[in-house]
Nanobody, 121 residues
Framework: QVQLVESGGGLVQPGGSLRLSCAASGNIFSINGMRWYRQAPGKERELVAVITTLGSTNYADSVKGRFSISRDNAKRTVYLQMTSLKPEDTAVYFC???????????????WGQGTQVTVSS
C-alpha cells in the first residue's frame, strides 16, 4: 500500500521555525514532483511550494524568503523548512506527490493525511 506520511507539525510562537517531513512508502517505482499545500479554516487549499525531480523549486508569494522545500530521493522524503512564522501561516499542511508504482502505467497523485501547524503566542 502506497502512502505519504507527514510529521513535524505543532505549536510555535510567531517568528519561530518548524520543519515538516513527508515520507513516501510502499511499492513505489519512482517519484516525480512533490508539493506542500496548506488549508486554513474556512479557506481553500493553497499551493505553498513545489520541487521537481531535478530539484527545481517554486513558492507561493506569501512564503518566499521564509520557507524552503527540499527532497531526499534516497529516503523518498520531502521537507518544508519554515522560518519567521506568522499567525497567518496557521493551517493544516498537506504533502502531495506524483508516484509511479511498480507495474504502474503512469504516475498518480497521492496525498498525505495532513499535519497541523499553529503559530500563536
Amino acid at each position: 500500500q502506497v502512502q505519504l506520511v507527514e510529521s513535524g507539525g505543532g505549536l510555535v510562537q510567531p517568528g519561530g521555525s518548524l520543519r515538516l517531513s513527508c515520507a513516501a512508502s510502499g511499492n513505489i517505482f519512482s517519484i516525480n514532483g512533490m508539493r506542500w499545500y496548506r488549508q486554513a479554516p474556512g479557506k481553500e487549499r493553497e499551493l505553498v511550494a513545489v520541487i521537481t525531480t531535478l530539484g527545481s523549486t517554486n513558492y507561493a508569494d506569501s512564503v518566499k524568503g521564509r520557507f524552503s522545500i527540499s527532497r531526499d530521493n534516497a529516503k523518498r522524503t520531502v521537507y518544508l523548512q519554515m522560518t519567521s512564522l506568522k499567525p497567518e501561516d496557521t493551517a493544516v499542511y498537506f504533502c502531495n506527490a506524483d508516484l509511479l508504482v511498480v507495474q504502474g502505467f503512469r504516475p498518480v497523485s497521492y496525498w498525505g493525511q495532513g499535519t497541523q501547524v499553529t503559530v500563536s503566542s
